[in-house]
Structures are given as structure tokens and as C-alpha cells.
């Protein structure tokens, strides 16, 4: 890619000589050259060169104020000489790639050298034919020809089972990477700037912005092209995407007008003129130069995501657990991309190796057993001596029982997991955006399933985001709807109007609606917008006003933030004093006022006593209806001397108020039906907004958040901190403790609040579980608090560019109940799980305790290779597809979060997996020992040698596939759920699973011969099959109606007990952060010692009684044993509690070496 964009450039270069000639003043590599100059250099080289940002424009053929022209010619020349706003994505990787990626799987590996072996000693005759009699015609003995001839099957087989795999899983990769890039392309499409256009303000797609452009920038922006300010308002960027550097960049047009693609604006406003786009920009060029070195990066991280299925998910920066870590740990993390794995990675990890560790056992035992039978019955029953030209035999004899050994491991892996896992989430995946989520990372989508706490957004999210001013304080009256304008005093509706136009930002706006009799469009600032609808409603308009004064003539703008909670504007009059209008949260402007306007439009003094007055009679009454609250003021200064304009705190006071407007957010009509489910769910919801705590209150109560006379916190910010922070206000956990479990709203807080309470409620230790907490955001100051969560939703519409890059799943429509369909779909992948593990582990417990105890008894196993793969082909691939594609149902949110620490198998699923091997077996044993007796054919025992295959062994496969067939139906309940064809049709892919199945296993049984070990059966043989394998779904009724309280044995697998979370490579990391793990490990010890000093305290308690010491000596220790267990760090506490427990029990007298003070003497 770098030397496609590098031939480009000299392209242009040879182009642009006659740039000057294309009638623009100045050449891309000017430009490009002007980009790379920052702060003072920059302002000298725009006046020396260009005559200051004015002069730039002219040789630009723009105007500052109207924008482009628009015309289309011009345009394309535009894009032809500059380049277009697009960096050309990385190629990507091809289907070869992927299919050797799929090739590196461990057991694959296994299969393929097994296969290999298999193939190659099949085409391999011992030259000892003749001599076989000598050797020894054991039973079970060498294949006999049809077999031998047919040796070669079994290899190819295998192999061809592994190519399915390994084309399957490539293919499930391939897909997902086109899907995800389909995803990428829609976010960028939808990536919308505002760009002026013969003095129209305009939406453009961001790929459509040229040189020359004037762009409109605001709080919240990701840059999209690198430009010169021409007019900024406090404008202050965070450049640290480009930089590294922190803290936030201030720019101004006479300073450091220089603005780069790709970094955020924090605050402020302005307008700037695009000067370089696309590979021109500065992330492009550093794009450019990425090129090359991406792709060595993305071998080294390939390798380690392989095994989370998350191939696709490589072009997402990395999320690091902790918002703002430093690159060395970066570095040292790379082997473990996201510190915790997730809940359903670490649980199935762990089965997947007890499963490995059984199968291996068995497998071995088999072999074992097999070869220790062979050797006791021919050298030491028929006492024959080891002949050399009978060795090629002997080693053929043993490559069998390696094969049926190797057969046995296969069936017991199951290699089924990894594509279960990768179908069951991109089949969600794909499913969620037809529900409105956009899943950014795909663990994110299991991990919803787990959720206990929602921290929410108010504005947008639990309501419609469309502000409409409905009540107003003006002149001393409260108006409950918003008056007449004739009502109102003259001077204050003028002041009023005035303030509210110019006092917002100019790229707020209500356009006429889209469609007729629809409401009309709100552009931009939402609240802005409800106080514009204001001024429409007293029949005046802004428009004009803007215009008579436009953006630039503006003195100086303080632009709203979430330290100030204000926006104020200064303009100057025609008498050359000055003039500032305020708006901003109630409580926080009224504090500055010392004036109020009253009936007359005369402004009166304004005392505390009037203030508390006011908040009384006003303010509260609206916010108790659900009432946002602006206060609109004013300040007039005199010309001479003129203001300190930086000196905020004196500006932004002693003001004088015109009206307090309450502002109406409506609930979102399907929020508190959402709330309701998400309650019954088992999940916690949590309000964090900005509002003042009496508007979160009661719209939390609108919403169903909080109920009337139930036990719960309210609180805002302040209060909040004070709660949490010790007297050196640094926060504690313990405090933290004490306040989340309760805390349901929490009001005007700051974002690092918002974060706080995020990291507090993870790092919480006081429930059994470790909280899985899900956050919505929309603001740029939600990043924090989005990256720190579990899950991070980022509003789709109102989000900010920084939200929707912080987060993991971007809510389309904005709304609340789409959280609600993830919760669902997270919970539906962990259920599919759990149904393909169940049926595929009865499976696995059955086809290896028949390939064992046949190989051991009969020398030889009933389920022949082929078969067994055609079986493990069943339950791998097509069950994990059949079960895997499961629709989410209402049922599955009727239910609380399994949680870390609950196993994957649940005590009913392992019920149903035992109950159903059990009568698998038991059909499989008798059919294997008296088959041939019931249904009068020959036995297939110990057939002699060159036999063809047996009908006999051909009904027990039959039967086999017959009864797993059935159990798959079964295996789609696995709560113990009565009827197991509940909602099967909603399911056409497992519908058709089955049938097809079906019908190949009739061709394989009728028409397989020799490769499958297969004689055709009569239709009456078939009709046994399959009635024994109905018999599994009445067999599933009878196990469900056995309580599982009588099945105390059943051990639970899969647990992530408290040892095992923690994997081995993270022990060695610094300490400082503990896995999660750990700290349940820690807090198990902190237990065990908090038991220890228990008893030692009694004794103590004993000692003292005795040595008639007073009590308050014993009361003393067992406070302070009990904080030392704590406190101390568990190490230094293991050895003293140990030695002082056996202290104290083996002389009663004695003190306790390690904790007891030195007050209780001996007696």
C-alpha cells in the first residue's frame, strides 16, 4: 500500500507544476509543508507566506464565511490536485491465510500426523505374507484383505474430516472479516461533518470534504481533516492521538490555529479552513508510513488472538482493561489482549482441557490395554518366540490399536467447541444488527449475557432527547405553560429573545419537518434547541438576529463544559460598552446573580434569602415534574477600562437573572417496559446524568428505576464524593462498598464520577460475584467510564466520534431497549453453548466407553473409524450449526445472571448427560453381546478373518446415529424444560440439520459398504433403529421428573473455581494488578484467617477469664485480630496465625505469639 500511495505522490508532484497554472495559489507540498509547523511558526509563516488565514483562502478560492461554491467541476479539481478525504484500508487477509491460520489447532495437529501414520502404513506390506501363519493368527488379527485393500480409507477419511474443519472455520473468518468491513465502511459513511457551502451549513459525509472546505467544529468532533482556524471560541483539542501528549491544546486563530486530523475537540467552538485531506493529512501520512509495519504486527497478534475466534476484530486498537495505561505495560500485556478473559472464554478453556486431559487418559489406557492383550495372548498363551520376519506384522498389529487409541482421543476432544463459540456469535452478531446494536468487539456480545448492573445516561437514552421548553419563570410570575408574549414585559422578552439567539451556538438550529404534519427538526445542541423553540413560541424568531450579528463579530465566547454547566457570550454594543449573555444549569447561574428582572422589566436587587426563596417556589416544583431547568441571564460592562476577559471567576458573576425556563425531556415511551425486564432479569439499573437531582428523581421514577417506599440512594455528585473520599480525599473501596449497593440515581455528576462508580462497583468484592457492569454513554467525557466497563455502549446518533471509539457496542437508535435485546442475545449465546455442550458430551461419554470396552473385550472397536468421524462430523460441525442458531426467546430474561463462577455445566445438564449415556450404553452393550440373538443374524464378534461387514455391527451404528439424532432435539432445553419441541420451527437451519442427517445416514448405511463398514439393512431392521431412538425423547421425560436434589453426586464441570482463573503466565506480572482471580484467591485466605483468629480470640477470651485480666484487654485483641487479617498483607499473615493458633491450643496459657498485645500477662 505505501508504494501504491508513493507513486501517487510523485504523480501529483509531476502534476503539481501545473498547479499554479489549475488557478490555485498554492501547491500540495506547500501546504503538506505548512501542516507540519505548529504553535508561533506556524502564525509567522501564514502571515509571511499567505497574507494570515484570509490570504490562504483567497489562494484557496474560498471565502471564510460562505464556503466553497459547491460547483461540481471544482470540486473534482479539487479532489484531483489535493486528494480525496479517503485513506485506502489495509488489504485484507486472503482465504489461504485463513485457512493456515485454522491448520495451527492442536488437535488438529494430532489428527492430521495420526492420519498420515495411518495412510502411509496402509500402503506399506510387510514382505512377511507367507510366514503370517507362523506368526500367530490372533484374534482380531491383521485386516483381511477387503480391508487392506480398503486401509487407505480410514487415513483419508480422517484427513477429509479435518480439511471440513479447517474450510469451515476459515470460511466462518472470511465472512466475519468481510462483514466486519462492511460494518467499518457503514461507520464511516454514516460519519457526518457540518461544512459550509455557499453560506449554507450542510451534513457532508466526511469522505466528501475537499481542500479549500470550511468546516464547522464543536464540542465533541473528530477531526477529519487537517485545517487552519479562522475563527475559534475557547476552542481546546486533545491531541494526544497524534502527540501522546495528555493534557488538552488550546487554539486560537492569533496563536496556534493549527488543527490535525484525527484529534478531539474538548470544548469550544469555531470554524476552520481544510487545507490537506485524505493521505495528506497528518494521520494519513502516518497511515502512509504504517503501511509497511502493520503487517508484522498483525503476525504477532494473530497468534495470540487464534484461539479467541476474533480474527476479525484485529483492526480494533486493542482494548486495554484500564483507560489510560502507559505503552510499557501495553507491550507486556500483548500475550493476553484483554486482561480477564471473558466469563464463557475462561469457563470453556478449562473444560476443554479436563475434557482433553479424560480423552488423553483414556486413549492411553486403551492403547495399553489393547497391546498388553496382544502380547500376554501370542507370546505368552501360545508361547510363540519373537520372530524377526514376523516384526513388520507385530508393528502393524500395534499401528491398529494406535488408530482405534488415536479414534478414541478424536471422539473425545471436542473440536466442535471453537466453532460452536464462532457460529454462535457471529450468527448473533449478524442478528443484533437487525436489533440495532452494533457489535464492535464480539466478546462483548457473551459478555452482555452476564451483565448484574446497568450504569445509564439519562438524556437520549432513558428519554426522546427532544427538548421542548414548556414552563418559565419570567417577572416574578411562575407560568405553568409558556404565556402569551403580550403578557410579558417588553424590555424582558426583548432581553430574553436576544440572549437565548445569540447565546447558542449558531450551528444550532429548528428546521421546518421532513415530513408534513411531522414535528419540527432539531439540529444540534439539544437543550439549545428547547430554548429556540422558546423564542418560536413567543412568536419571534433568531434567525434575524444572528444575522445582525454574525459568528465573527462575537467579542468572546466561554463555551459550555462540564466544569462550568454555563454558556456565556460578550458582544459589543453600538455605544462600545459590553454586553454578556448567560445561560446554564439553574442552581449554578442563579448563585451568580445578584439581580433579578421583575414585572416591570426593572431589574431589582436579588438576595440569598430571594434565592432560597426561588429554588423553593420554582425550582424544585419544576424538577420534581421532570423539569430540566436553565436560568437565562445578563451582564452589561462598561467599555473603559476594559474587562479582564480571562479573569472568568469575576466576569461570571454579579449577573442579573431574565427567566428560568423549564425544559420537558419526555421518557422514551418503551423505557419503562425495558426497565421492567431488565429488573426481572436480575440486573440492576443505575441512572448517572448531569440533571439536578430533583429532574433525575423523578424522571428515574417515571422510568420504573426507583419505586415509592423502597430502600434506595439518591444522591448527586457532591454528596457522592463526600461518601467515598477519606479526609485526604482520596477514594476508598470500603466506602465505595457502602454506598453502590443502594445507589440508584446518582445526579449531576462528573465524568470522572461516572468512572468512579464504573471502576468501584468491578473492583467490588462484597458479593460473592464480581458485578458485570454494562455503561451507556454518548459525550466525550463518557470515555472513561465506557472503556472501564465490562461493556461500553456508545449512543449511534447523539454519540460523540470519541464515545462510539471508547465503546464496544454502538446502539443505532439511541435507545434503552435495545440494551435489552443484548442482554438477551448475550444470554442466548451462553444457552447455545450449554446446549451443544450438553449434547455433544453424552455423545463423547458414550462413543468413548464403547470404543474402549469393545477394543478391550473384542479387540476391536464396534464404531469403526470412519464411522465415529461421520459420527463426530454430526455432533461437531452440523450440531454446533443446528444448535448453535437458536433464536433468543422473552423466557431467557425471566431468569438472574449465571455469574463467573457458576459452571458452565449446570447439576440439570449434567443429569441429562449422564441419564441419557446410561441408556445409550445399555441399548449399545445389548445389541454388541445379544444383537444377534433378537434380530437372528450372524454375530459380528470376532468375525473371521477377509469377513465383509456385518449387519449386526451395522444395526449398533445404525442405532448409534439414530439415537443421537433424537437426543438433539432433547438437547435443546437445558433448564429441564417439559417440551422440547417448544418454538423448533422458528428454527429452519436445525430443522434442516435433522432431516439431512437423516437422509445421509440412510445413504451411507444402504449404499456406504466397505469404506463405512456398512451391510444395507431391510426396512423392518431400519424400524427397530429408529424406534429405539425415539426411545431417547421418552427416556429425556423420565430423567426430567427426577429432582435434582437426589443427585447430590453430580459434580459440576467447568467451574472457574477460584485457583483456576488465574493463568499461569499472569502469576509472574506485576502485582499491581491483581487479576480478579487472584483477589478471590486472596479473599478465600483472607477468610481462612479471619476463621484462624476467631478461634485464637476466643482463647484468648478464655486466657483472660482466667488470669482475671479485665474483658476490655480481650474486646481490644479481637477488634485489632481481626483488622490485622485484613490489613496485613495475607503472606506475612500465613506463618504467625499458624504458629500462634498452635500455640494457643497446645498450652492454654500461653499468649498467641502472633497478634495478641502484650497486655494479657501469663497468669
Known sequence: MGDMSNSDFYAKNQRNEDNHAAGFGCSLMELRSLMELRGTEAVVKLQEDYGGVEGLCKRLKTSPTEGLAGALPDLDKRKEIYGKNLIPPKKPKTFLQLVWEALQDVTLIILEIAALISLGLSFYHPPGESSGESCGSVAGGVEDEGEADAGWIEGAAILLSVVCVVLVTAFNDWSKEKQFRGLQSRI????????????????????????????????????????????????????????????????SADKDPMLLSGTHVMEGSGRMVVTAVGVNSQTGIIFTLLGAGTEEEEKKEKKVKKQDGAAAMEMQPLKSAEGGESDEKEKKKVSVSKKEKSVLQGKLTKLAVQIGKAGLLMSAVTVIILVLYFAIDTFVMQKRPWMPECTPIYIQYFVKFFIIGVTVLVVAVPEGLPLAVTISLAYSVKKMMKDNNLVRHLDACETMGNATAICSDKTGTLTTNRMTAVQCYVGDVHYKEIPDPGVLPPKSLELLINAISINSAYTTKILPPDKEGGLPKQVGNKTECGLLGLVLDLKRDYQPIRNQIPEEKLYKVYTFNSVRKSMSTVIKLPDGSFRMYSKGASEIVLKKCSHILNEVGESRVFRPRDKDEMVKKVIEPMACDGLRTICVAYRDFSSD??????????????????????????????????????????????????????????????????????????????????????EKGEVEQERIDKVWPKLRVLARSSPTDKHTLVKGIIDSTMADQRQVVAVTGDGTNDGPALKKADVGFAMGIAGTDVAKEASDIILTDDNFSSIVKAVMWGRNVYDSISKFLQFQLTVNVVAVIVAFTGACITQDSPLKAVQMLWVNLIMDTFASLALATEPPTESLLKRKPYGRNKPLISSTMTKNILGHAVYQLVLIFTLLFVGEQIFDIDNGRNAPLHSPPSEHYTIIFNTFVMMQLFNEINARKIHGERNVFDGIFRNPIFCSIVFGTFAVQIVIVQFGGKPFSCQPLDLEKWMWCVFLGL?????????????NSRLRFLRRAGQLTQKDELPEEDVNEENEEIDHAERELRRGQILWFRGLNRIQTQIEVVNTFKSGTSFQGAGALRRQSSTTSQTQDVTNVSSPSHVSLSNALSSPTSTTAATAPPTTGQC
Not at 681 to 691: E, F, H, P, S
Not at 1031 to 1043: D, F, K, M, R, Y
Open 188 to 251: 464511516e459513511q454514516e460519519q457526518k461533518f457540518q461544512v459550509v457551502r455557499g453560506s449554507q451549513v450542510i451534513q457532508l459525509p466526511v469522505a466528501d470534504i475537499v481542500v479549500g472546505d470550511i468546516a464547522q467544529i464543536k464540542y465533541g468532533d473528530l477531526l477529519p481533516a487537517d485545517g487552519v482556524l479562522i475563527q475559534g471560541n475557547d476552542l481546546k483539542i486533545d491531541e494526544s492521538s497524534l502527540t501522546g501528549e495528555s493534557d488538552h491544546v488550546r487554539k
Open 1031 to 1043: 426411545g431417547e425423547l421418552v427416556w429425556g421425560q423420565v430423567i426430567a421428573s427426577i429432582p
Open 641 to 726: 477600562p476594559e474587562p479582564n476577559w480571562e479573569d472568568e471567576n469575576n466576569i461570571l458573576s454579579d449577573l442579573t437573572a431574565i427567566c428560568v425556563v423549564g425544559i420537558e425531556d419526555p421518557v422514551r415511551p418503551e423505557v419503562p417496559d425495558a426497565i421492567q425486564k431488565c429488573q426481572r432479569a436480575g440486573i440492576t439499573v443505575r441512572m448517572v446524568t448531569g440533571d439536578n437531582i430533583n429532574t433525575a428523581r423523578a424522571i428515574a421514577i417515571k422510568c420504573g428505576i426507583i419505586h415509592p417506599g423502597e430502600d434506595f440512594l439518591c444522591i448527586d455528585g457532591k454528596e457522592f464524593n463526600r461518601r467515598i473520599r477519606n
